[in-house]
Nanobody, 126 residues
Framework: QVQLVESGGGLVQVGGSLRLSCAAS????????MGWFRQAPGKEREFVAT????????YYKDSVKGRFTISRDNAKNTVFLQMNSLKAEDTAVYYC???????????????????WGQGTQVTVSS
């Protein structure tokens, strides 16, 4: 069992930056592929970014490529999402998720993830 707790959300102006963190419990965090999803008001939750358990492989939603960076620190059981050049359309609740035994790459769908955090609100004002 893995528990995920996101932090770092908040209110930022267009063009600003935020760094989200996701702290995970569990001794085998280093073996989990991790992902970030988001859900805007009135919309379905969507994939944002994912990182493989070993760290070198990453994959992004097209609209965030070049602006967002996913990374992880396995020693601290934490995954990060650095968000730069934020746009109003990035406003959403951001969720961290984990896959216990990934069988494919990249994993872009909610049903592929085993564990979820409670979410953190990101609001980008224009």
């Amino acid at each position: 069992q893995v528990q995920l707790v996101e932090s770092g959300g908040g209110l930022v102006q267009v063009g600003g930056s935020l760094r989200l963190s996701c702290a995970a419990s569990g001794r085998t965090f280093s073996r989990y592929d991790m992902g970030w999803f988001r859900q805007a008001p009135g919309k379905e939750r969507e994939f944002v970014a994912t990182i493989s358990w070993s760290g070198p492989n990453t994959y992004y939603k097209d609209s965030v490529k070049g602006r967002f960076t996913i990374s992880r620190d396995n020693a601290k059981n934490t995954v990060f999402l650095q968000m730069n050049s934020l746009k109003a359309e990035d406003t959403a609740v951001y969720y961290c998720a984990a896959i216990e035994n990934a069988r494919s790459w990249p994993n872009l769908h909610e049903y592929e993830y085993d564990y979820w955090g409670q979410g953190t609100q990101v609001t980008v004002s224009s």
